[in-house]
T-cell receptor, first 112, second 114 residues
């Protein structure tokens, strides 16, 4: 079945550092891809999405490009802030009526 | 911005008791979901619901679980006889389109079974 693999955390960075969180997927056809963020004590918020190959999703300085050839959707941000500390989940929605499938999440801590 | 609302935010229950978790999806959304997240683990799909019936469910969603849309606004998850391993954060979500547009999640209900 469809699955998502993302890098293990936790990731600890200094403020203004460059962030990459790797995500790869296994799915039939062309799934839609998502990054969700979970701030401490809160629910899951959609951060960005891409629905077809080579699409780039972006929001709040975060970006991810849908790479069909490498089945990847890595999350990047050029300069992280303390307020970006959260757990980040990569997810996919497959073809047909399949529910959203999540990776295990990567905890990011940004220190001042 | 429209929100998915979940109540209560935290519920403690004794093993063997029934619990009902409540959700109010976004009003023009047609698809509804329950997910759970055991502490420190991945977010797992439980069930999806459309047109007043279950459209898909996972292996986790056994006979102990049921969902209902009792009126035009609420969407509930019932666990008939809770076990210790049911302790988790339960998230409700809704979507306009099935899957590809992304879901809107509520803030979750933390269920603790003692």
């Amino acid at each position: 079945g469809d699955s998502v693999t993302q890098m293990e955390g936790p990731v600890t960075l200094s403020e203004e550092a460059f962030l990459t969180i790797n995500c790869t997927y296994t799915a039939t056809g062309y799934p839609s891809l998502f990054w969700y963020v979970q701030y401490p004590g809160e629910g899951l918020q959609l951060l960005l999405k891409a629905t077809k190959a080579d699409d780039k999703g972006s929001n709040k300085g975060f970006e991810a490009t849908y790479r069909k050839e490498t089945t990847s959707f890595h999350l990047e941000k050029g300069s992280v802030q303390v307020s970006d500390s959260a757990v980040y989940f990569c997810a996919l929605s497959g073809i047909g009526n399949t529910p959203l499938v999540f990776g295990k999440g990567t905890r990011l801590s940004v220190i001042a | 911005e429209p929100e998915v609302t979940q109540t209560p935010s935290h519920q403690v229950t004794q093993m063997g008791q029934e619990v009902i978790l409540r959700c109010v999806p976004i009003s023009n959304h047609l698809y509804f979901y329950w997910y759970r997240q055991i502490l420190g683990q991945k977010v797992e799909f439980l069930v999806s619901f459309y047109n007043n019936e279950i459209s898909e469910k996972s292996e986790i969603f056994d006979d102990q679980f049921s969902v209902e849309r009792p009126d035009g606004s609420n969407f509930t998850l019932k666990i008939r006889s809770t076990k210790l391993e049911d302790s988790a954060m339960y998230f409700c979500a809704s979507s306009e389109l099935l899957g590809r547009g992304g879901y809107t999640f509520g803030s979750g209900t933390r269920l603790t079974v003692v």
